[in-house]
T-cell receptor, first 114, second 112 residues
Framework: GAGVSQSPSNKVTEKGKDVELRCDPISGHTALYWYRQSLGQGLEFLIYFQGNSAPDKSGLPSDRFSAERTGGSVSTLTIQRTQQEDSAVYLCASSPARGGDTQYFGPGTRLTVL | GQQLNQSPQSMFIQEGEDVSMNCTSSSIFNTWLWYKQDPGEGPVLLIA?????ELTSNGRLTAQFGITRKDSFLNISASIPSDVGIYFC????????????FGKGTLLTVNP
């Protein structure tokens, strides 16, 4: 596809369950970002991958959150033992270079924790 | 950490009116960006600003990078119904060439 894709588009889960969110970046983009967007809030940086470098995990809110990027392409964001405050839209973006201004966003996954 | 204050939080205007929104920062940014987000979509970049004082237009949109490097505004002229959405400012600070700090957004409603 031409753009960043994310799946699922919506996810409803019960408190305490684990969830996995997937991001397929634009082909050839070396940088990949995850953000969290809570209702009425701006985008909160979670994690950044650039090529084979160690990811910047400084935005992950707790050790229940983790992400990996396999083969420099697809990324998975995992939230373990979900809590109600994890409910948000999780956005993925990719970029052909380091520059923040060239980030292309996917449509997001809306996560609802009951 | 860096924070952005974006105002207003929401605006209700009539079609054809001009709109202005702004962001201020507690620290200096090297780049200011303005995004628009439609319902169910990710943000789309509208304008990028790289130099203090820079004034850039994209169609009916005009944005400026403040002289102090701590603020930016976005103007939309002659609004149309499809301008409806959430507008976000974002800044890239010193010492980071990839991390963006986002404002909380301005929800724009245009009445036809």
């Amino acid at each position: 596809g031409a753009g960043v894709s994310q799946s699922p588009s919506n996810k409803v889960t019960e408190k305490g369950k684990d969830v996995e969110l997937r991001c397929d970046p634009i082909s050839g983009h070396t940088a990949l970002y995850w953000y969290r967007q809570s209702l009425g809030q701006g985008l909160e940086f979670l994690i950044y991958f650039q090529g084979n470098s160690a990811p910047d995990k400084s935005g992950l809110p707790s050790d229940r959150f983790s992400a990996e990027r396999t083969g420099g392409s697809v990324s998975t964001l995992t939230i373990q033992r979900t809590q109600q405050e994890d409910s948000a839209v999780y956005l993925c973006a990719s970029s052909p270079a380091r520059g923040g201004d060239t980030q292309y966003f996917g449509p997001g996954t809306r996560l609802t924790v009951l | 950490g860096q924070q952005l204050n974006q105002s207003p939080q929401s605006m209700f205007i009539q079609e054809g009116e001009d709109v202005s929104m702004n962001c201020t920062s507690s620290s200096i940014f090297n780049t200011w960006l303005w995004y628009k987000q439609d319902p169910g979509e990710g943000p789309v970049l509208l304008i990028a600003l790289y130099k203090a004082g820079e004034l850039t237009s994209n169609g009916r949109l005009t944005a400026q990078f403040g002289i102090t490097r701590k603020d930016s505004f976005l103007n939309i002229s002659a609004s149309i119904p499809s301008d409806v959405g959430i507008y976000f400012c974002a800044g890239q600070g010193q010492g980071s060439n990839y991390k963006l700090t986002f404002g909380k957004g301005t929800l724009l409603t245009v009445n036809p």
